[in-house]
């Protein structure tokens, strides 16, 4: 168990919609990650966040935002979904930006 | 583009031998990781080797890093079955730290 939680675990939903990922770090960390694993993009950074502040953005569409709130879990909102956005959503935590990543196991979103 | 490309795609072998998988990346970087996937489920964290490393053992592995061609190798030594997952390795930037690339992975499946 890597002490990260996410939520809900498998989402299914249809084009057009709009939803919200929850991540909850380790106690101990300070930054939030989100990574988007699809089959044909790999796994693709989307933003980083250290302690409420956003610290680099990646390859993350304008319908996607993120925020980090002052308890330290992070939400991701995906907005106007398309086929294209079905892929596994990951949250990672860390103490620093420079230390390793703790993975939570996951979001798997289905848009149909 | 990904940073780090990983090196071959795929690999099958015999429990007991040894499994290496390589990693290049295109800039220079403050660290380099390595992670394991197994199927579905999030990444863990293997090992760190910093910029002015160039090796690093842990376990059964080995990790080898040459800043100078800018590339990495993990060595599994006497593998096992339960080594079947995916192997990512990762870079953070000199510049830029804050964001994690992975490349698109070795798929490693042990013969038992």
């Known amino acids: 168990d890597s002490g990260v939680t996410q939520t809900p675990k498998h989402l299914i939903t249809a084009t057009g919609q709009r939803v919200t990922l929850r991540c909850s770090p380790r106690?101990?960390?300070?930054?939030v990650y989100w990574y988007q694993q699809s089959l044909d993009q790999g796994l693709q950074f989307l933003i980083h966040?250290?302690?409420?502040?956003?610290?680099a953005k990646g390859n993350i569409l304008e319908r996607f935002s993120a925020q980090q709130f002052p308890d330290l879990h992070s939400e991701l909102n995906l907005s106007s979904l398309e086929l294209g956005d079905s892929a596994l959503y990951f949250c990672?935590?860390?103490?620093?930006?420079?230390?390793?990543?703790?993975f939570g196991n996951g979001t798997r979103l289905t848009v149909t | 583009s990904q940073q780090g490309e990983e090196d071959p795609q795929a690999l099958s072998i015999q429990e007991g031998e040894n499994a290496t998988m390589n990693c290049s990346y295109k800039t220079s970087i403050n660290n380099l990781q390595w992670y394991r996937q197994n199927s579905g489920r999030g990444l863990v964290h293997l090992i760190l080797?910093?910029?002015?490393?160039r090796e690093k053992h842990s376990g059964r592995l080995r990790v080898t890093l040459d800043t100078s061609k800018k590339s990495s190798s993990l060595l599994i030594t006497a593998s096992r079955a339960a080594d079947t997952a995916s192997y990512f390795c990762a870079t953070a930037a000199r510049e830029g730290a804050q964001k994690l690339v992975f490349g698109q992975g070795t798929r490693l499946t042990i013969n038992p």
């Open positions: 990672a935590s860390s103490a620093t930006g420079d230390s390793p990543l703790h």
């Open positions: 080797i910093r910029s002015n490393e």
């Open positions: 106690s101990e960390d300070l930054s």
């Open positions: 966040y250290y302690n409420g502040e956003e610290r």
